[in-house]
């Protein structure tokens, strides 16, 4: 009856070892305040000397052209899939006449090693930055290893990723956050997971679709966010974030977009809006309405109110419209001509 019981509860043990997700903060939580730009989220290391960025609006400092927090960064506008935080790796620098080998990678010290010929599922969530000009593929990978990988440099690190994200495709989404799933098998031991471009080439596969006007965001960026390693049969189901937001969208719509002097809103709800608009740089830029203010536009099922506001005073780029009714909010991306 003893010996039943140990094997029970050994076999107890291991399922809800299979069951665990083995990345350690997979979504790069962190409850500490900092004072500056350059900290990283517990149990996530930069193994060079290029890093990362980590956006959190744990961020105390205030740098009009280096934004760190979120949803607004230096690099764009957004929400993160899960919690309140993600990171943003910089695949390749396009700028410059001379072949550019700076790289940035993140690792990330696994809760227990993996075991030999187990297979695992990995999921992770992707968007690209909204400042930078090129999209990627075929670049960014996942290398496993039994011990840390680093270099005192920032060059790319020598080691083939057993995962590369986006083989065949372009990733251009610069709304949502695109779902990405792996199935790994492990060789036995690997405790670590090194995020990254491994490639030390000069030819990438790269392709232009605009984004802001300055020399360093001709790049390919991409912010990363929740990722989980584990047993398949254990994988969570991936839920809707922002249901409150979803619900407001439903009842918002914003055109034309792109628009050249007058944005209309409609609204199909009874909160009195707010609206905020912010740069490229993440800095609040005014929002001008006009003698039209509110109005309702009656129909046969519902009333809907519009709203014009006039954009006509503002240069031609990228801009974030923030709305917000009551305790809800939502953003828009728009494109002034």
């Not at 992707?126 to 990627?136: E, L, R």
């Not at 199935?183 to 491994?198: I, K, L, P």
Request: hydrophobic share 35%.
């Amino acid at each position: 009856m003893i010996r039943i019981f140990i094997v029970l509860l050994i076999l107890s043990i291991s399922m809800v070892g299979l069951g665990q997700n083995l990345v350690q903060n997979p979504s790069f939580e962190d409850t500490i305040r900092r004072t500056t730009p350059l900290f990283l989220p517990i149990s996530w290391h930069a193994p060079t000397l290029e890093g990362y960025n980590y956006f959190t609006p744990l961020n105390d400092t205030f740098n009009l052209f280096y934004p760190q927090g979120v949803p607004i960064n230096f690099t764009g506008f957004q929400y993160p899939k899960d919690g309140e935080t993600y990171i943003g790796i910089e695949v390749y620098k396009h700028y410059g006449n001379q072949r550019n080998l700076q790289r940035e990678y993140a690792q990330n010290t696994l809760s227990k090693a993996l075991e030999k010929d187990s297979a695992y599922c990995l999921r992770l969530y992707m968007s690209m930055a909204d400042s930078m000009i090129f999209a990627s593929k075929n670049q960014l990978g996942i290398y496993f290893s039994a011990t840390a990988v680093s270099a005192n440099n920032r060059l790319p690190l020598p080691y083939t990723p057993q995962i590369i994200i986006s083989p065949d495709s372009f990733n251009t989404d610069k709304e949502n956050w695109t779902e990405y799933n792996f199935q790994y098998t492990a060789t036995g031991g690997e405790r670590y997971m090194t995020v990254g471009n491994f490639n030390d080439t000069n030819s990438l596969d790269t392709m232009f679709v605009g984004g802001g006007n300055q020399f360093w965001m001709e790049s390919s960026y991409y912010y990363l966010d929740n990722f989980y390693l584990g047993n398949c049969d254990s994988l969570p189901l991936d839920t809707p974030i922002g249901l409150v937001e979803n619900v407001l969208e439903k009842q918002i719509s914003v055109y034309p977009n792109p628009v050249k002097e007058q944005l209309f809103v409609k609204y199909g709800g009874n909160e009195k809006l707010v609206f905020r608009l912010f740069d490229l740089m993440g800095k609040e830029v005014s929002l001008k309405r006009t003698s039209l203010g509110l109005r309702q536009a009656q129909s046969a099922s519902s009333v809907t109110n519009e709203m014009l506001l006039s954009v006509a005073h503002l240069p031609k780029g990228l801009y974030f419209l923030e709305i917000i009714a009551g305790k809800e909010r939502i953003s828009k991306k728009i494109i002034k001509q």
